[in-house]
């Protein structure tokens, strides 16, 4: 694209993720070595959804990194589906950027799902630029990890816009799982809507940072913002700083976080009826997760994970099933 289409890439590409505020963006533009365009023109929907399906495979430890652009022109609808996968095991190092361009009443909606192991290092920078009447939805979900760092950066650049973003954490192990957003609104008549769900077991690690900005003059504000978090053991910990900064008076914008563990009165009253502790313990862990996966608007994505996520708890799962790459 590049060749053929010169001035495209360059009116897209760079314009978002800037390499001076952030190190491993900044690592990516320099070494990046796959990359993906995806572009969609005026009034296209495309009616299958998009899925990428990223393998690690290598004899020798591997650091790899990608780049990802995604315009929407006027009128666009697209869904896309990322999945990350380990299938050797090496140690690896995986940055990943993705731009997003939404334009006017233009429909994106971007899932992106990691199932790696406990050798896997992932950095994930998404950036978002939606214009007028446009519409996205994020969500991401992690099932299998080692470390991870998931950062969001979503701007508003059009009045009418609504975003949804949401995530889901299973962590269990010595796993850890950083999730840090920020949804900037620079114009008025916006919406935003975040929900994020930690459930960390044994020694696992979790760290939610999210910070909603309304700039001066961005009136008629809606933003909602939730962190909620389950640890299941007590060596379980999790770091929350969900943040408001608003320059506008005309707004309505909350936000809350909580981090408890399992319910005892729960689990004894299920215990009475017949429930051995373990599979109620799963089945309060699974109830609490829903929230989040209910969210997600594509139908097999939603069935999909209400069964990774039981094998999940249950300890059955060790990489994506239907996957023949994998086996």
């Known amino acids: 694209m590049a060749k053929e289409r010169p001035e495209l890439v360059k009116k897209y590409y760079g314009k978002l993720a800037g390499t001076e505020k952030d190190a491993v963006t900044a690592l ?38 990608r780049r990802v652009l995604i315009v929407l ?54 950036y978002i630029e939606q214009q007028r009447n ?50 900037d609104h620079q114009v008025p008549h916006c919406t935003s809507n975040e929900l994020y769900k930690y459930v960390l077991d044994e020694n696992a690690v979790g760290a939610f940072a999210g910070r ?20 299941a053991s007590k060596t379980a910990r999790m770091f929350t700083q969900p943040m408001l900064e608003i320059y506008a008076d005309d707004v309505q914008c909350n936000h809350g976080s909580t981090v408890g563990q399992l319910n005892d009165a729960a689990l004894f009253y299920m215990e009475q009826r017949g429930i051995d502790r373990k599979e109620a313990k799963l089945l309060l862990e699974f109830a609490f997760i829903n929230e989040v996966i209910d969210k997600m608007e594509l139908e097999p994505l939603r069935d999909r994970l209400h069964h990774l996520v039981e094998k999940r708890f249950r300890g059955e799962l060790d990489k994506c099933e239907g996957c023949n790459l994998c086996k």
Do not use: W
């Not at 533009?29 to 690690?56: E, S």
């Not at 006027?74 to 190092?93: I, M, P, T």
């Not at 909603?212 to 640890?231: D, F, I, M, P, W």
């Open 212 to 231: 909603v900005l309304v700039r001066k003059g961005a009136q008629k504000t809606l933003s909602q913002e939730n962190n909620r978090n389950l640890c």
């Open 73 to 126: 022109e006027e009128g666009a609808k697209a869904q896309f589906l990322f999945c990350d996968h380990a299938a050797d095991d090496r140690n690896f190092l995986a940055t990943q950027v993705i731009e997003a361009f939404v334009g006017d009443n233009a429909n994106l909606e971007l899932n992106c799902m990691e199932e790696t192991h406990a050798k896997n290092v992932r950095v994930s920078n998404v």
């Open 134 to 183: 446009s519409r996205a939805s994020h969500n991401v979900i992690t099932l299998h990890n080692g470390v991870t760092r998931n950062m969001l950066d979503l701007v508003f650049k059009g009045e009418g816009s609504e975003c949804f973003c949401n995530g889901c954490v299973i962590a269990d192990k010595n796993q850890h799982v950083d999730n840090n957003t920020l949804i």
């Open 28 to 65: 990516n533009t320099m070494l990046a070595q796959d990359g993906l365009f995806i572009y969609v023109p005026k009034n296209v929907q495309l009616d299958r959804t998009v899925q990428v399906i990223n393998i690690l495979r290598s004899d020798v430890d591997l650091m790899v990194n």
